[in-house]
């Protein structure tokens, strides 16, 4: 059946968006909208879930399918929703407190069974929803409510976590930048597994400006390192241009003069599909203020998906065994009969 | 097996014909290394061909490899089997046999007086005894007590098999198929389930070793002096039909397999391993054929809550764990409570509190069913009654799952988990249905999640992939009808008074309450779940003690059948036995106020038919004075 | 403030004095950003300075932040004042000031009839009518029904502030402190404890903008012909000493400050945040100087694990949640129930099922409480009647924990959080103290580990750190004194009874119960936890209507005061009203076989004393006819 | 006061240990027994914490204060130990399914706060206390009692998840290898912070021989790779000479002659302490068969702990404010006086 193209319209709700004026999240969630008509993916297989928190109020927006959870499991219904029926697109929602505090477990295992999902990991460093105390992203000494003298937690990097998890797609990008994050979700979307997604993201309520050079077009290039496939690892901000170099596993920054080919002076060029992990792993090792923050997609490998594999497994164990019959079943091992 | 039944024919010659017994209950013991649930299970196969009724019980020690030869490593297990219909696998057996000192020590208090002991005589090494606590050889002593035989069987293997050239601790391996083949002989068991299981399972040397080992052990059985006769049970008198021996594990596995294919609904199982709930997972991974998915998960959040996931997707989602996995699911469950899906959560309680005792038995976990999460959560509880009966209730529960919209809690036990009985295989079709609410159909107009159906209350189950039906559910209050998020106080107070009443209202679809017993009698019993066997053996005993009493067995825990009530009204005194402190009385007490007096034990063992039987007798006496 | 108090001076000049009252109920209600909780606590600051009994309810919308104007963005804030005692934030509030349309639309239908309502005219633009779904301006009809009241706050605000350089909607910003000007001239308020707070929190323009509106707001009350008059009501007759106002959390976080230093023991905190418990975390974490260790974990079952490890090494492990967070903790509560360490555990109950409703309120986890562990899991619980009240339950809590040794649980409720109450500051020698029984000395003797106190069937605490102590403890089943492994029946049936009588013991140590109200009445209501306020208003008000009852509120939930069986006893007619569906009643009935009937509301909103003297009146008409 | 020197004996408890034959865990248990002597800390300041599997049973078997917990939060009952009382030498025992599939969110979150504590993780890649499903590290295609066809799940590296956790301390150590077990639980021992170890563990009765080629002393040259600070990462059987060359992020093994020199052949030299995280990350990465497995310390480096900074914040609100007094707490902020 060949149906009206949809619009961004088509997947607003109808209920009234609950964010702080100012908040990131608009933002993601408008740029979302946008992009979802372009995946031609029919409303009805489309699936959005999320934990507890801001971010995860998510679903209520999008007028899809949507399961606003409990708090850190979303990734785990998600991956029963997506083993049930791999015909869907399932979308998680997620926070840094949710996925990654209370949610950690869920997010490893998720990722290294590679699910075919798209996680959506809103960061902004705070737990916005209970009003204020410091997240696992916090940096230390981040005074917040239930820290009245400063974190003392060193914080995780999202990123180093999922590669450390196994993930098949990651990636990195910023709620402001409209046009990187919905060729982002695009990138995630294409992805066949579980395409991991930090996203920047402004509290300004309760953690202003935590991304602020980032956020900020101005200060972003000469903080941010802007990946893309085949191309050298360049950056900086106006009137300077600098390159990544990595040696013996040990990275750092060669300055080049604007005539400079990089790849000769020794700048690394990404690849995304590194056979190892190692270069994913160096480039999230990569951390403010020392380097630059690399921004895009920094590994997308092939890997089989969980769902294909069970149904796999079920497909051979009905060609080997027949479709299962209960009658059989029950008959089944040894049985005897008692005459009347 | 011409072999054998020539063996069994000259048997009667050398020592005249078998005597007939009518029941008789065995119980093999030994290091978890000899093979004693495997002994069992072979004996148990064989005496159910044999036509006999019977029910087993293994006893393996706890989750933990205990040091060779130390009472904590001893593993048993128990037959009873008769040529009447008996409930449980009798409280003390006529036959122990053991095959080390630990097993014997750990298991002779439970033997019927001068009943038969068969010992191992070559594992009565001084050093053997000592592993096992024994000062001094117990062997003499016991002589006056029991009927002891004492069998070389070590040797007696090694000589049946000399001449193979597997190594000295294969050959061991072998020898408990020896002890087999001689309690074959003594009580006239067919060898051939046996012998087609080893062919099946081995090949080679360990199949030849295994068949001459067992063959030998028959024939030293009726060659020897020392066991001057061999006894028969006759089959028992049984419904005619095709039967099968079934665990309660088993038996939910299949139940589940059962409900997705009655309900035309793909199963999606996640679980998280855990005694002994584990094998309710490992049976339905053999069963992709059936289109059947399993998922281990990570945790119990995860598993229950992929499970829910499934669920939202159209799936029958299915969990299964014990005590603290429970625990663990209660947030999750709450959840689905609140967005009205079906998921059926199987416990198989196990003894605790806490890690507690693992493999052994308990009823702890009812009160946790019902009020284990936060808020007013209702549940539909049942509790299946018989390792066959985990089938039946398993089914009924999905059922109840998918026509009201509901998470529902399904209660098993370690006992029943374990035990297996002999099951007349139902035919499918007469199988009990229940009207289902279908699943919602695509439609244009405007579609309304949280719309109830009149009879059940059940809102519609829209599935994921259906155009036109994209909604959103979650956990925060839902408005009426719409489902939107809301926090008004009516309506707050709407939806948990219409999530009661739906749960309440599966009552309508229960049968009047069953009284078995006497029911003319002045004292009701009242049970659920896994103590029917003993409660019901209890029963019969005091009723030929001159002691006759009223049963019901309840296996809907919440509702409680409409009539239970008026049932209750009837009797002067009311009983109810447990394997906890006391909390089906409780619900009683506070539902009808009437002194429902309870009679528990919590010790990680079922109950003793003997002791319940007496604390029928004490109440009925109570009553008298 | 010489300023202000000529201003009240003049006022009385103008329009004569003010009207003397013995009661006053305020709401102040806007939107989330109108700074509406920041203004009723000042009001309540001031009022508690004139020596009023007060009492008071803040209502913040959902933990969403809404759109501006809407009314699920609507924040309310109510205060009770009184020169008599009273008990509740009252059910009808005698003045609303609402800052939009959407907070008049939320709250109107609750202000008594006639009652005066002040109305910020300013904001009701047709867009902000229609964004509070007004159809059309409610003015008009208003004035038919209420004193009216309407003040252009915004301009007048705005004209106060005029000449500052600060942008105009810092200037908006500071309309609240204008209102309450007006408010402070219409009670006859002191401005003292707002200006100092202004100055402690506020510099330069900003302290400035708000000094000067809330004294223009002020004058404002006392020039304008809007107000006819002012109102006065006189200081309470309340017993003597210092008083402070207190929240239920505040109360909660300083009980576990004093139960530290009382009991002599380091505190250790673990908590997850979670709506309404956050703040007990908050407030803890500002006093790292009582040497207190608060651990923000990463969820719910690391911050109470950590916190039974803490007590393990020696701290008092304390952890708090509500709802979906306590059942988290229940696995690991099992644990410190089976290794009996000490540990208290804080539930502030939230309306549920599930995420439910964050930010509102119910009595839903008594059950959860008592049986939400798998298996025979007993632990201790109390629950706290107001919100000075959580100081001293807390206390006890910990007591009772370190004198059993033993996990308890204490209830407070999303009411008690957040409402606050006039406390007299206690002297500390004068707090309640148990005798607790030392911490284990090093002693080269064989240390058992699960050796008992004779008197309360304690085990030692024994601390790593003491030579000669080293042992290992864990949650599988423990022998009888050595707290060895092992599985044998009679020992498992031991230790699930030492438990239980264990924590039964604790009733030695509970008072007498105390019958208020009339004690020779035939109706008694028992109640628990926060509806205190209500019940005791509700009794004032049924005994004034001729309806007299006794009243039992009980703050130990388990084990029950060991006389209340013969008290109850004592009636012929139970009404226990509780805020779930009846969970108290239930035990009540299971306990001593008596009618409890329930009286019960579930929509997430405290009893009002209304309907609570209602049913009171109810009850005893239907045991009348 | 001095006491008698300690010996193996004093750390052996009087519970018989429950293990099945042949299982690896006992050789881990003795290697311990026989440290803790050199360590030099008195019984009575050691603690054992422990999860739920087999090898959690370990505390039962040392005679030394010990908490065998439940099922994967043994390191938060340890981190609230050690908050309690930082001068108890805490260690934590857990197993693959323990620590990385119900435990996996504990163990990030402690690993990344740096408590000053030990965790071993007794990798056997199976459930062993539950008779034999497979774990998060076992490898795909496992055939199990949970999965009969064959496991599905990708595993996870619990090198790579420890160090994208931010740990501060981690190494690789073999049941079977006394003198290497034992150097690094002595090192373990010495770093301050958490040190992280896996041990490759063997369990005959579930899942024999799964480190087959690295237990076994014959293969195990070949395939693994000895770390040694400051030396170049050289490996290889019999015969052979290999080493591990590092360009741009890739890993890649270089063939060298007896006489080569092999940091000029650019081989890489094991450096425990780098700057960021990108080297111990690149090592991690290395899976066989392509790769020799890494053996011994990968990182260590040094960062504030948890218990440390919580203490100083409590000793600088002491100096500020003085020690806290129950009597001003009560009377602070607003309070009135009510006349008799
Ligand atoms: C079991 C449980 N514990 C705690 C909470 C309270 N809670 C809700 S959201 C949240 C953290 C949200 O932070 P994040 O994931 O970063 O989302 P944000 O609000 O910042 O978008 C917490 C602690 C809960 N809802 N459930
Ligand atoms: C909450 C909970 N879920 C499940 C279990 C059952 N269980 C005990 S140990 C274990 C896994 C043990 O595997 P591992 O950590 O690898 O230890 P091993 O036995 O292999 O040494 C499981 C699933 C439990 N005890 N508690
Ligand atoms: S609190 Fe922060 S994250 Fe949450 S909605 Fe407001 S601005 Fe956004
Ligand atoms: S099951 Fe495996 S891991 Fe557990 S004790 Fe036995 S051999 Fe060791
Ligand atoms: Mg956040
Ligand atoms: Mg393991």
Same mark, same amino acid.
């Given at each position: 059946m060949t149906r009206p193209a949809l619009t961004r319209k088509d997947f607003v709700s109808d209920q009234d968006v609950r964010w702080c004026p100012g908040c990131g999240d608009y933002s993601v969630l408008a740029n979302i909208q946008r992009v979802m008509p372009e995946l031609g993916v029919a409303r009805e297989n489309i699936v959005f879930v999320s934990g507890i928190g801001c971010a995860s109020r998510f679903p209520y927006y999008m007028n899809t399918y949507g399961f606003h959870t409990i708090h850190g499991r979303a990734p785990s219904f998600a991956s029963g929703i997506k083993a049930s029926n791999p015909d869907l697109s399932v979308w998680v929602v997620t926070g840094d407190g949710? *996925?990654?505090? $209370? *949610? *950690?477990?869920?997010?490893l295992h998720t990722i290294r069974r590679n699910f075919d999902?798209? $996680?959506?990991?809103?960061?902004n460093r705070i737990y916005g929803l209970t009003k204020g105390q410091y997240s696992p992203t916090s940096e230390v000494g981040l005074k917040t409510k239930s820290t009245p003298s400063g974190s003392i937690d060193h914080p995780v990097d999202p990123i180093s976590f999922a590669i450390g998890a196994g993930a098949t797609f990651v990636a990195r990008t910023i709620d402001v930048d409209a046009g990187h994050l919905q060729e982002t979700m695009r990138r995630a979307h294409e992805h066949k597994g579980t395409a991991f997604i930090e996203i920047l993201q402004n509290c300004p309520v309760f953690n202003d400006a935590t991304w602020g050079e980032l956020q900020d077009k101005k200060t972003r290039a000469a903080n941010a390192l802007v990946l893309a496939q085949g191309e050298p690892l360049v950056f900086g901000g106006p009137g300077e241009r600098k390159g990544i170099h990595l040696q013996g596993g040990h990275p750092s920054i060669i300055d080049l003069a604007s005539d400079d080919d990089p790849v000769a002076k020794g700048v690394v060029v990404h690849d995304e599909a590194t056979r190892t992990a190692a270069y994913p792993f160096a480039l999230a090792s990569l951390a403010r203020p020392d380097f630059p923050l690399p921004i895009g997609v920094l590994r997308a490998i092939e890997k089989d998906c969980y769902e294909d594999m069970l149904q796999e497994q079920i497909d051979s164990a009905v060609a080997q065994r027949g479709a299962g019959e209960l009658e059989a079943l029950l008959h089944s091992g040894d049985t005897w009969q008692v005459e009347p | 097996m011409s072999s054998t039944e020539g063996a069994v024919g000259s048997a009667l010659d050398v020592k005249g014909s078998p005597r007939e017994l009518d029941r008789v209950a065995i119980r093999f013991a030994g290091d978890s290394g000899d093979g004693m649930q495997l002994t069992g299970t072979q004996f148990t196969e064989s005496t159910a061909l044999a036509g006999n009724d019977l029910s087993t019980f293994p006893d393996f020690p706890a989750e933990i490899r205990a040091p060779a030869g130390t009472l904590a490593g001893v593993s048993g297990f128990q037959i009873h089997f008769s040529s009447r219909d008996i409930h449980t696998p009798a409280d003390q %057996?006529?036959?122990l046999i053991a095959f080390n000192p630990a097993a014997l020590k750990a298991n002779i208090d439970d033997v019927r007086p001068s009943g038969m002991v068969i010992v191992n005589s070559d594992s009565f090494s001084k050093k053997a005894l000592a592993r096992a606590g024994y000062e001094e050889n117990p062997l003499p002593a016991l002589r006056e007590r029991f009927a002891l035989v004492e069998v070389p069987i070590t040797n007696l293997n090694r000589a049946a098999l000399r001449g193979l050239s597997m190594g000295a601790r294969d050959i061991d391996r072998s020898k408990n198929f020896f002890a087999l083949g001689i309690l074959y002989w003594l009580y006239n068991r067919p060898m051939e389930s046996t012998e087609r299981w080893l062919k099946s399972k081995f090949s080679g040397e360990i199949l030849e070793a295994n068949l001459r080992t067992l063959r030998a052990g028959h024939a030293y059985g009726e060659t020897t002096e020392l066991f001057p006769i061999s006894y028969t049970v006759a089959p028992a008198k049984i419904e005619a039909g095709t039967y099968r021996n079934i665990t309660g594990n088993t038996a939910l596995a299949w139940g589940v397999i059962a409900a997705g294919v009655q309900l035309e609904r793909p199963v999606f199982f996640g679980a998280y391993p855990i005694t002994p709930a584990s094998d309710v997972l490992h049976e339905l991974a053999r069963h992709r054929h059936f289109g059947l998915k399993t998922f281990q998960a990570e945790d119990e959040m995860a598993a229950v809550s992929a499970a829910i996931g499934a669920s939202f997707a159209g799936d029958l989602g299915v969990t299964a764990s014990s005590g603290p996995g429970i625990v663990l699911k209660q947030e999750a469950l709450g959840l689905a409570v609140m967005v009205e899906l079906p998921l059926v959560l199987i416990d198989v309680q196990r003894a605790g509190p806490s890690t507690g005792s693992p493999t052994k038995t308990e009823q702890g976990d009812l009160l946790l069913a019902l009020f284990g999460r936060h808020s007013a959560s209702p549940m539909p509880v049942?509790?299946?009654? /018989? %390792?066959?009966?985990?089938?039946?209730?398993?089914?009924?529960a999905a059922q109840i799952a998918v026509r009201y919209m509901t998470p529902v809690f399904v209660l098993s036990d370690s006992y029943l988990a374990n035990s297996a009985e002999p099951w007349k295989i139902p035919e499918l079709d007469r199988l %009990?249905?229940? %009207?289902?609410?279908?699943?919602a159909q695509s439609d244009l107009g405007d579609f309304q999640p949280y719309s109830r159906n009149l009879e059940t209350l059940a809102r519609p189950w829209a599935i994921p992939g259906t155009p036109g039906l994209e909604h959103r559910i979650g956990g925060l209050t839902k408005a009426d009808v719409s489902g939107n998020v809301v926090y008004d106080p009516e309506n707050h107070a709407k939806m948990v008074q219409l999530r009661t009443e739906k749960v309440a209202r599966i009552a309508q679809d229960l049968p009047p309450v069953e009284i078995e017993g006497a029911p003319e009698a002045e004292t009701l019993i009242? +049970?659920? +779940? +896994?103590?029917?066997?003993?409660? /019901?053996?209890?029963?019969?005993?005091?009723?030929?003690?001159?002691n006759a009493?009223?049963?019901?067995?309840?296996?809907?825990l919440n509702p409680l059948p409409p009539d239970l009530g008026e049932v209750l009204s009837r009797y002067r005194n009311i009983l109810v036995p447990e394997l906890n402190s006391g909390q089906l009385a409780m619900l009683l007490r506070a539902e009808y106020l009437v002194n429902a007096r309870s009679y528990t034990k919590v010790d990680g063992q079922p109950f003793k038919v003997g002791e319940l039987a007496d604390a029928i007798a004490k109440t009925i006496g109570a009553e008298e004075t």
């Open positions: 949710d *996925g990654l505090s $209370i *949610g *950690g477990n869920h997010l999902l798209q $996680i959506l990991l809103f960061n | %057996p006529d036959l049942l509790a299946a009654a /018989t %390792p066959a009966d985990c089938f039946h209730t398993m089914i009924e %009990p249905r229940m %009207p289902r609410q279908p699943v009242v +049970g659920w +779940g +896994g103590t029917r066997g003993a409660i /019901t053996a209890a029963i019969e005993a005091a009723a030929e003690a001159g009493v009223a049963y019901v067995h309840l296996r809907h």
